[in-house]
Structure formats: structure tokens, C-alpha cells
């Protein structure tokens, strides 16, 4: 079960592109001085820095069971569409799955296939026997990510007790949140300022 997002959350507005397009041209930029054979500031030799202006695109899957039933409000996607909207992203689709590993991965396959964005899960995250998303996304994904898992743990005190992973698959980078709104957007807030640029990298810029 799945629907469109609504037009309102699939609009970034344009100040949040412009924040992020320059927030991508400043990581650039910042380690500019760092690259072999960098001119002292004020030689007026230019230096050239790898950007990519990627369209920051995302897409919302929700794993629960009472959700995909019909028998509980979905308020996690909605927060994550919120502040990912916020934070310059187009919410492109939004999912809802019933837990476990089969339905978990191939919605995940789906959701990622041709697709160059970012590919947020929420729930299925927990000590739960049916809490299984992390085991389905390591099914999907090619390359680990565990730096953005990590720094999501660490947004509350009740990290340690996510499982949730993060990789890649093609051009698309995958995170798993908690099912809960607020350890979701949480999450999200933790990895806000790096996203842009990990979309970057994976599609195709130079390593600054």
C-alpha cells in the first residue's frame, strides 16, 4: 500500500535548494586548502573543487504491520516528510509495508531501483521479534554505512537501542529510523548537514 506524497510536501521550497546548493559548494570549498599543490590565499591562482548539483530527492518507507492494515495512523512518515521537506529534499513517494524480512527487502529494491536519492525507513527498528528492517536492508544494500548509523544512535538517549543501519545501493543511500515520530526526525536532524554531500559523492563527485 502506498501513495503519492502530497503536493505540498513534494515542493522544497526554493530558499531551502539555494541553502543547500551553497552548503554543498562550501564543503567544497572548506577543504579546498587542504588539496595538493593549493596556491596561498591571495596568489590568484584558481582551484578547481569536484561539485555536483544533485536534486535532492527522497522517498518515505514506513514498516509496520497495524499501519499497513489499516488499523493505525502512519505519524512517522508524515514527520519525516516534514523535516526532510525542511532540510531542501523532495518527498518523491511514500510507502507503507508490513513487517519482516521478505516485505521489508522488497520494497526496498523497488524503492531503490534506477533511483539516485535518499531512502528513509522508518520502524522495525527495535528488540521486537518482528523488528527486522535492518536484517531486510542488509539483504538490499551493497555498502555500509555506519558512520550516519552511528551518529543517529548518538541524537538520544535511547539510541543504543535502535538497530538501524545505513548503506548504499547504486546511487541511492538508505537509512533506517525508529518508528517513533520523534526518535525518526531525531535521526534525520543528525544527519541533516551531511546528506547533500553523500548524494554527491555517490553520484560521481570527486572525494574532497
Given at each position: 500500500?502506498?501513495?503519492?506524497?502530497?503536493?505540498?510536501?513534494?515542493?522544497?521550497p526554493?530558499?531551502?535548494?539555494?541553502?543547500?546548493?551553497r552548503?554543498i559548494?562550501?564543503?567544497?570549498?572548506?577543504?579546498?586548502?587542504?588539496?595538493?599543490?593549493?596556491?596561498?590565499?591571495?596568489?590568484g591562482?584558481?582551484?578547481?573543487?569536484?561539485v555536483?548539483?544533485?536534486?535532492?530527492?527522497?522517498?518515505?518507507?514506513?514498516?509496520?504491520?497495524?499501519?499497513?492494515r489499516?488499523?493505525?495512523?502512519?505519524?512517522?512518515?508524515?514527520?519525516?516528510?516534514?523535516?526532510?521537506?525542511?532540510?531542501g529534499?523532495?518527498?518523491?513517494?511514500?510507502?507503507?509495508?508490513?513487517d519482516?524480512?521478505?516485505?521489508?527487502?522488497?520494497?526496498?529494491?523497488?524503492?531503490s531501483?534506477?533511483?539516485?536519492?535518499?531512502?528513509?525507513?522508518?520502524?522495525?527498528?527495535?528488540?521486537?521479534?518482528?523488528?527486522?528492517?535492518?536484517?531486510?536492508?542488509?539483504?538490499?544494500?551493497?555498502?555500509?554505512?555506519?558512520?550516519?548509523?552511528?551518529?543517529?544512535?548518538?541524537?538520544?538517549?535511547?539510541?543504543?537501542?535502535?538497530r538501524?543501519?545505513?548503506?548504499?545501493?547504486g546511487?541511492?543511500?538508505?537509512?533506517?529510523?525508529p518508528?517513533?515520530?520523534?526518535g525518526?526526525v531525531?535521526?534525520?536532524?543528525?544527519?541533516?548537514d551531511?546528506?547533500?554531500?553523500?548524494?554527491?559523492?555517490?553520484?560521481?563527485?570527486?572525494?574532497h
Open positions: 500500500m502506498w501513495h503519492e506524497a502530497a503536493d505540498w510536501r513534494s515542493r522544497a526554493a530558499e531551502h535548494k539555494s541553502v543547500l546548493r552548503r559548494v562550501g564543503v567544497a570549498v572548506r577543504h579546498a586548502d587542504r588539496l595538493p599543490g593549493r596556491s596561498p590565499e591571495g596568489s591562482d584558481s582551484v578547481t573543487t569536484s555536483v548539483d544533485v536534486p535532492l530527492k527522497a522517498k518515505i518507507l514506513t514498516v509496520s504491520e497495524s499501519v499497513s489499516g488499523t493505525r495512523q502512519d505519524r512517522s512518515g508524515p514527520a519525516l516528510a516534514d523535516v526532510l521537506v525542511r532540510n529534499f523532495r518527498i518523491v513517494e511514500q510507502r507503507t509495508v508490513s519482516g524480512v521478505g516485505p521489508v527487502a522488497a520494497a526496498l529494491i523497488e524503492l531501483a534506477s533511483f539516485a536519492g535518499l531512502v528513509v525507513t522508518t520502524g522495525g527498528t527495535g528488540f521486537s521479534p518482528t523488528d527486522l528492517t535492518p536484517e531486510a536492508t542488509r539483504t538490499v544494500v551493497e555498502r555500509d554505512a555506519p558512520g550516519l548509523a552511528e551518529a543517529m544512535r548518538s541524537s538520544s538517549p535511547l539510541g543504543c537501542l535502535s538501524g543501519v545505513a548503506g548504499t545501493v546511487h541511492c543511500l538508505v537509512l533506517n529510523v518508528g517513533s515520530p520523534r525518526a531525531e535521526s534525520i536532524e543528525a544527519v541533516a551531511v546528506l547533500a554531500h553523500a548524494l554527491e559523492l555517490l553520484a560521481g563527485a570527486r572525494p
